[in-house]
């Protein structure tokens, strides 16, 4: 215990007292009702197996014995299940991060370097424009670029996958820096072209380029010969 209260002290020491938070913890306010809930609910299991093994003693037959041990099992098992889900009722919170805060304390050069596995192994089930999507999204991600490094694992080896690996990489020459320079939230081509309202050239000029809509057509027709070819 000692150990840890010096700990704490030299941290609240080092630390400024006036220091942003990274991020906050709101507690909700349906949390007494849920509380009150569940011991209404409680109680009324508890009277339920209670019922259930009075009948279960008093059983004179086979048949009712059976059924009721029956009922008793099935009203356990329901009842670990609800019983297993409450701990996220019973302190419902909200949290709120900010990580422009980050910034301020840490600099860029001391990131951790993170490296992002997308696994696929079916052109067909998972449509290769949705995994570049994917992979695009990543390496758009507003973090060190020298700091990130994205690997695609394509345990089919399929020749869609990789033509659509080389069609992505082309167009994300025009879309990482497009990302960066206009702080785009949605950093998904597919999320960030369906969702834009007001358009201008350059947004017009990125839609044009690689990996549009056109191409999501070209890949489904390719995807479609590729499966009916090597199907039959």
Request: neutral net charge.
């Amino acid at each position: 215990m000692s150990s840890l209260s010096r700990r704490d002290e030299y941290t609240t020491a080092t630390e400024p007292k006036n220091r942003p938070p990274f991020h906050t913890v709101e507690r909700l306010s349906q949390t007494g009702l849920n509380r009150f809930f569940a011991a209404v609910y409680a109680c009324g299991i508890l009277a339920l197996l209670y019922r259930h093994v009075q009948t279960l003693v008093n059983s004179t037959t086979l048949a009712s014995f059976s059924i009721t041990l029956s009922l008793l099992i099935a009203d356990l098992v329901l009842a670990f299940m609800w019983a297993a889900a409450q701990a996220l009722r019973m302190c419902p919170i909200r949290r709120n991060q900010y990580p422009e805060n980050l910034k301020k304390f840490v600099k860029e050069e001391d990131f951790p370097g993170l490296d992002v596995f997308v696994c696929t192994t079916d052109p067909y089930k998972e449509p290769p424009v949705r995994v570049m999507n994917t992979v695009l999204s990543l390496m758009a991600y507003d973090y060190p670029t020298e700091k990130i490094s994205v690997y695609v694992s394509d345990d089919g080896g399929s020749a869609v996958t990789l033509f659509a690996f080389m069609e992505a990489a082309k167009f994300a020459s025009y879309w990482l820096p497009f990302c960066r320079d206009n702080n785009i939230m949605d950093r998904s081509p597919h999320a960030y072209f369906s969702s834009v309202h007001s358009t201008n050239s350059e947004t017009h000029n990125i839609k044009v380029k690689p990996f549009s809509p056109t191409l999501t057509f070209a890949l489904s027709i390719l995807l479609r010969w590729y499966c009916l070819v090597f199907n039959n």
